[in-house]
């Protein structure tokens, strides 16, 4: 099982930036797939999810109206559009995917994130 994240960097207030999750090794699409994110000295948080045949996406408050969580499940991969970026948006930004039926779940390796000018 893998779950690969790409797309972070450095951007400016109010940029943007897409992230990618590439997924492998497992069902993609018997699985909801969410991106969590941590910022330094505090605790990882929920950003966005969506199901697993994407006709439900949930937002943390935070990020509503400015992030679009999105996913091909031909492709089998997730994404996240970042848009008006913030300097609190800074943070390591990982893909989870949590099974339907099932327990447990599978996390990817995190990209890191920095809104800074």
């Known amino acids: 099982v893998q779950l690969v994240e790409s797309g972070g960097g450095l951007v400016q207030p109010g940029g943007s930036l897409r992230l990618s999750c590439a997924a492998s090794?497992?069902?993609?699409?018997?699985?909801?797939m969410s991106w969590y994110r941590q910022a330094p000295g505090k605790e990882r948080e929920l950003v966005a999810a969506?199901?697993?045949?994407?006709?439900?996406?949930n937002y943390a408050d935070s990020v509503k109206g400015r992030f679009t969580i999105s996913r091909d499940n031909a492709k089998n991969t997730v994404y996240l559009q970042m848009n008006s970026l913030k300097p609190e948006d800074t943070a390591v930004y990982y893909c989870?995917?949590?099974?339907?039926?099932?327990?447990?779940?599978?996390w990817g390796q995190g990209t890191q994130v920095t809104v800074s000018s």
């Open positions: 989870y995917a949590r099974p339907i039926i099932a327990t447990g779940g599978y």
């Open positions: 090794g497992f069902t993609f699409s018997n699985y909801v």
């Open positions: 969506i199901s697993s045949v994407g006709g439900s996406t």
